[in-house]
């Protein structure tokens, strides 16, 4: 096994993870571990903008107000505040390292409009390419560093006297790395990948939550997964995100006759709350209609948007018609990895940002555009925070290897996938989520120790874990709240009000009925 140490491992390579390691790289060395290519990010294919309070008419109290409305009052007030108060300072910050937000030709900054967000606040870069323009910009610098070591998959993080000091690897030819650090950061991102119709970069599938669940992490929230209303759909599949910003700048979600789908369902209409749309969207097609986006109202829809142009010409989708056709899909997780305002998880040494953390900002469904806008703050709060405590913790040299944990039979990886739509998706009652559970935790029972498993099984092991993670959560969760929508507990309840699910590392138990109010 290769060996190797650094001050600080950063799992993942979306923006929160490159922009924390650059932050560090000033002071510390650091290492960037991705599991295929450094783009492979969820931030790199983020189309909609950054959302921050930057007008002199706005306000981040309005943009905090938007933010639990559209969290469902579930949002950690602190840190909300923590978030929007940061929006400005993030993107001065962003500027300095070089990166462009579209502006008018006066100068002044282009402003969009998102979902559930009471006015335009949101930038841009290139119309709709805003992360690609965004990871471009880090990248290179963190590149120019020798950050960065891609198709490095983690696959245990290596604990000692109970604290993170390094991780397990294996990369793309099968050889195994132990990495030791004085500190890990954990950016995997969220787990949208384990739902066949999703917005999400293949590689985004909870491996950081199971990482630091096997850590003995607390992990919360993990009922509330944001279901995006409009996924584009070519034969069938998921083939990438229409943003949202299409509907800020008029368009109308319609059915096969052209009617109008939400008219009279929310006051802010196609700008309604993602989960709103979401399920809406559901219920007509379960009933048999078509949905598409009516983009006739919109000039210049190639120049505004050219990515969405380019996943539609690729889909064979003639724009000029004005109909793109859409559907909800898996999207963000909301929960995650439960850290505390610095970012530090409940095991020492060990930090998450992003969107694996659960900082609590986003609560029961994301307001548009404050994911990358937490990435980024969040990103800071932590580098801070390693930066003024690590100077005492030495690099360990040696941890003891201990088998790992695969299953007696693994699983299809769609036969995860089926479960994860069938049962835990935009809709979810008891039934479907007891036998999600039943299905999850079953596998897991069978769980055998080895001492060198193929990545695959590890792989397997660890859905079927978050599976079980997720099911439990939105079992228990005897309410609907955001984005967890309970046909069997249609309202939000007041005993659920700010209670947070959390799990920690324990024998599992049977599967047992949650006879809550
Ligand atoms: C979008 O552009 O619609 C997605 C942006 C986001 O999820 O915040």
């Known amino acids: 096994m290769k060996t190797q140490k650094t001050d600080v491992l950063v799992i993942g390579s979306g923006l929160a993870g490159i922009m924390t390691a650059e932050l560090l790289s000033v002071h510390k060395n650091v290492i960037i ?67 462009r937000f579209d502006r008018n030709d006066d100068g002044t900054y282009q402003y969009g409009q998102e979902g559930a967000h009471n006015r335009a606040r949101i930038l841009h870069i290139c119309g709709d390419a805003t992360g690609k323009h965004l990871i471009d910009t880090v990248k290179r610098r963190v590149l120019s560093h020798g950050l960065v070591q891609e198709g490095q998959t983690v696959v245990r993080l290596m604990m000692s006297r109970g604290r993170c000091v390094g991780a397990w690897s294996i990369d793309q030819n099968g050889e195994w790395t132990a990495t030791y650090a004085s500190t890990v950061i954990l950016a995997t991102g969220g787990l949208s990948g384990l739902y066949p119709f999703n917005s999400n970069a293949e590689t985004i599938t909870g491996d950081g939550i199971a990482l630091a669940y096997e850590a003995g992490a607390e992990i919360s929230d993990l009922e509330f997964i944001q279901f995006h209303p409009t996924l584009l759909v070519t034969e069938g599949k998921s083939s990438g995100l229409v943003t949202e910003a299409v509907r800020g700048q008029g368009a109308k979600l319609v059915d096969q006759d052209g009617r109008s789908l939400m008219e009279g369902e929310h006051p802010l209409e196609d700008l309604a709350p993602r989960d709103v749309v979401s399920r809406v969207l559901y219920r007509a097609r379960q009933s048999g209609k078509e949905t598409f986006l009516d983009i006739r109202g919109i000039t210049d829809f190639e120049k505004k948007f050219p990515t969405v142009t380019r996943l539609c010409r690729k889909g064979n989708i003639d724009l000029q018609e004005g109909f793109i056709p859409v559907s909800p899909g898996a999207h963000f997780t909301m929960g995650g990895i439960d850290v505390d305002r610095q970012g530090a998880t409940t095991v020492p040494n060990l930090y998450a940002v992003g969107e694996v953390a659960n900082t609590g900002v986003h609560g029961a469904n994301r307001l548009a555009s404050n994911s990358l806008l937490e990435g980024v703050v969040f990103a800071c709060e932590v580098a801070n925070s390693i930066l003024s405590n690590m100077c005492s913790v030495p690099v360990e040299r040696t941890v003891q290897w201990s088998d790992l944990p695969v299953l007696v039979q ?9 479960v994860f739509n069938d049962h835990i998706g935009i809709e979810r009652n008891r039934i479907g989520l007891e036998k999600a559970v039943r299905w999850f935790e079953g596998h897991l029972t069978n769980t055998v120790y080895q001492e060198f498993p193929n990545l695959q099984d ?31 507990h249609p309202i939000e309840k007041e005993y659920w009000r700010q209670k947070r699910i959390k799990r920690r590392k324990r024998a599992y138990e049977p599967v047992e009925s949650t006879a809550r109010p």
């Open 458 to 488: 590890i792989q397997m092991y660890q859905h079927v874990l978050v599976g079980a993670l997720v099911a439990r959560s939105a079992l228990e969760r005897t309410e609907s709240r955001g984005s967890h929508y309970r046909t069997d």
């Open 33 to 99: 571990f991705t599991k295929n290519r450094l783009e492979d990010s969820n931030s790199y294919l983020a189309q909609g903008g950054i959302a921050a309070a930057i007008q002199s008419e706005d306000s981040w109290y309005d943009h905090f107000l938007d933010t639990l409305q559209a969290g469902c009052y579930h949002n950690e007030p602190e840190a909300t505040q923590q978030l929007v108060e940061g929006g400005p300072d993030a993107i001065h910050r962003l500027v300095e390292l070089g990166v």
């Open 410 to 418: 693994s699983p299809e990886f769609s036969s995860i996938q089926a």
